[in-house]
């Protein structure tokens, strides 16, 4: 089995920043894809920033020039840096990882717990 812990996640004023850190473990072969997703009340779950393994980059218009994505492939951890915060950046944030694991030739996605960001003004 695989596990995301999620970490980092809180209660931040107007402009403030935020580190979030998603770790995973467990039975993993290689791990893929690594993503940040949103889900504010009442809306659906967006993408926020996504990291290939080869290290490219991919963020969400809204977040682009505030927010950064980075893994750490010895630790099994995506982060996502969050600066500039605004009262709309206000959501449950979600990792999201691809993994095959060891012993298997089948990838699949595994989603962390979720983390609460609030941003007051």
């Known amino acids: 089995q695989v596990q995301l812990v999620e970490s980092g996640g809180g209660l931040v004023q107007l402009g403030g920043s935020l580190r979030l850190s998603c770790a995973a473990s467990?039975?993993?072969?290689?791990?893929?894809?690594m993503a940040w997703l949103r889900q504010a009340p009442g809306k659906q779950r967006d993408l926020v920033a996504v990291?290939?393994?080869?290290?490219?980059?991919n963020y969400a218009d809204s977040v682009k020039g505030r927010f950064t994505i980075s893994r750490d492939n010895a630790k099994n951890t995506v982060y996502l840096q969050m600066n500039s915060l605004k009262p709309e950046d206000t959501a449950v944030y979600y990792c999201?990882?691809?993994?095959?694991?060891?012993?298997?030739?089948?990838?699949?996605?595994?989603w962390g717990q979720g983390t609460q960001v609030t941003v007051s003004s």
């Open positions: 467990g039975s993993i072969g290689s791990i893929y894809d």
């Open positions: 999201y990882v691809n993994v095959r694991r060891v012993h298997s030739d089948y990838v699949r996605g595994y």
């Open positions: 990291i290939i393994s080869a290290g490219t980059t």
